[in-house]
């Protein structure tokens, strides 16, 4: 059974930035995609990145250019950078994994991950 713990959410100003941070284990880390989904209140989740496998990574639109999402694999461990950050960022943030090898493709939609983390808030004042 794969478990996936999020570390790293808080309190941040408009405009800096903030690293979430998510360790998986249990599983072949190596084989799985990582994401990280979003859900702010009375909004259903959204997919905010994912970093496959291989190394490739996927963004959502409103995210592309301000975060990063990177991945150690000797950690098992996967960050997101958010840089600039909006209020309309605020949410729980999710990470969650999904085993997609040999593909090459991410799952873009929450309900296609299989293990999910506890959440974390993380909450941009304006």
């Known amino acids: 059974q794969v478990q996936v713990v999020e570390s790293g959410g808080g309190l941040v100003q408009a405009g800096g930035s903030l690293r979430v941070s998510c360790t998986a284990s249990?599983?072949?880390?190596?084989?799985?995609?990582m994401g990280w989904i979003r859900q702010a209140p009375g909004k259903e989740r959204e997919f905010v990145a994912a970093?496959?496998?291989?190394?490739?990574?996927k963004y959502a639109d409103s995210v592309k250019g301000r975060f990063t999402i990177s991945r150690d694999s000797a950690k098992n461990t996967v960050y997101l950078q958010m840089n600039s950050l909006k209020s309309e960022d605020t949410a729980v943030y999710y990470c969650?994994?999904?085993?997609?090898?040999?593909?090459?493709?991410?799952?873009?939609?929450?309900?296609?991950?299989?293990?999910w983390g506890q959440g974390i808030q993380v909450t941009v004042s304006s």
């Open positions: 969650a994994a999904k085993n997609t090898f040999p593909t090459g493709r991410a799952p873009l939609s929450p309900n296609e991950y299989d293990y």
């Open positions: 249990g599983g072949s880390f190596n084989k799985y995609t």
């Open positions: 970093i496959i496998w291989s190394g490739v990574r």
